[in-house]
């Protein structure tokens, strides 16, 4: 609050009609952006006043840990989209994140109960992982493809060979990793949860607080300007596709410490993943996807789940209660985004 | 000079190549699985390709052709399938006659094509979020009306037998549902490449700004565009429905992924690389000859996943990637 008085009063000590208006502009995105943020936590109210035990530490520690998939697939689309620009058509986009878990999952499940070790599975799990991706930057980078086109097309053969290894079966799995990652903790914390913190952090240092990550936004922003300052585009563009094959591998380990094996239809997450990445960008001051948006967009699905399923709301009301939600706060977002003027 | 010249001769036949790259691909697939598999190329065969692989997934890209070319996109094009075939069985499960069927099954997939022009033109919200809300809306309801995704079968009432004849009978020698797409993707044609309207939705995806201060009432066409895509996608849950005789919750959404791919598969056809309905036919005509191919050549439905990502891969490099080197 005390932010947007200093804008005002800054504004009308200028004396500049121009001024005045930009700061009345920033003022209206402001109170538009705080109103969306303002539903999210009226629901979140609603929660704690009537939902028995959400507030309970064991409770929101079981969100954090449903969160994580979630959130590990999220910062790889979110770096994507950094990266590749936020257009509809032509931006930044991987549609084979989710495949590109399950077939991780397959490999990593595969291997354990082939034998081989926790290293070695792990190892190879983050290599298909960071392959697939690669594939996607040199489809989109090296040959020019729209990522739309690119990433559907692997999608479909990440799917198949998934497939094509696990029968579209179950593959159990277990070992001393998954199982300390399943019942480990620290500081009463379980260990899938310190996963998602970490990671979080890690991602919100290497995005949010390095020159690397400013470059990225550059990038994505304005291609052409970040050429002309002497930054390699297609290298920027290249790495994000990379790290998000990476955490593809990383939600992939997670995803069969918490089932005990390998299933099929992960790519049903994908439509989460992209409106977890999508949704945070209405926490940023600018509307643009950022890591901490993200992390909280996937707490709030998290939570919002949660919540429903201890009020005893029938768990088909969540995805139609998600999708209003993103319209309404998209439509807000849009709403303040006109009131800005053009970008 | 003559060092030159060599240059763009070289860089011409690359340009040919990229251009055609998508009718050289299925020339070779055709001869390949011809070669192949003795099946391939008997009438029954194409003529199974045709009726199961083709029609219906047709119908959805010549919708979303429309939506493409307009600039925008639509996720929910496997909802507007969805409600439309649900609509469609429970209004015949409860006895009322064809004509109502059809028309609340239009009825409902229109209710979703309405819900998105108004998402998109009065509220602002980019066509990728706005179907993709809509989408998660849509799984909801779905789940909400089946108790959680239950099918409904048509147990044998008069107009349920007399929808499954129709949808298995022929028309001239042709099977009727060929008809209906033959019908509406000349009708797409005209309307997106011969008429005004399509000339704004032309314009509306090349330059949006220019469209709009050149007068053209782009809140308008562009409800239409999104209204027009729902219907498409709404026969395509009517025939789907009438085929198989029940509504399956959540079937429809199958169908996304494929004609998105056919529709920019399609692209590659012209040089700005618009949308058009004959490249979408032919990116249709491209995956299901595909799918067919490697089933009758004995890979199973796993591995020809694998096959069509492949393959799809490879067209689309060989287009965007030699148009780069053209260039």
Redesign the interface.
Known sequence: MSATVLHGEVGVSDEKQAAAKSAGRRFGALVVRLGAIAAFAAIMAYFVVFAPGFTSTFNLINVVEQSAILGVLAYGMTAVIIGGGSDVTEGGIDLSIAANMGLCAAVYATLLSMGYGDFLSVLAAIAVGMAVGALNAIAVVGLGILPLLATLAVLNVAAGMELTLTQNTVVGASSPLLGLLVSGSFLGISALAWALIVFSAIMIAVIHGTAFGLRLYAVGGHPEAARAAGLSVPFYVSFTYVLSGFCAAVASILTVSRLSASTPGSGELLLSVLAAALLGTVFSRRFVPTMGGTLLSVLFIGLLANGFQLLNVSSYWVNGVQGALILLVVAITSFARGSEGSR | MSVSANDSAKVSVRGFLAKYSVLIAFAAIVIFFAIASPTFLTPANLFNVLVNNVVMLAIVALGLTIV?SS???DLSVGVSVDMASMIFVMLLAAGYSGVVGVAGGLGAALIVGILNAI?ITR????????T??????????Q??ATS?GQPIYLTSGYAADQFNAIARTALLGIPTPVVVLIVLAVAVHLLLHRSVFGRYVQAMGAQPGVAWYSGIRVPRELSMVHVLCALLAGVTGILLSATVKSYVPLSGNAFL?DA??AT?IGTTLSHERKPSVIGTLLGVLLLAIVKNGLLLVGWN??????????L??LV??AS??L??AAH
């Open positions: 493409i600039g925008g996109i998402l509220l602002n919200i980019s066509p990728f979020l706005a993709l809300g809509v989408l998660f809306i849509g799984q909801s309801t789940q909400l959680g992924l998105i791919g920019f439905f796993y591995w020809q996943q694998v096959g069509i990502g492949v799809v891969f689309l490099a965007f990637g148009r780069r």
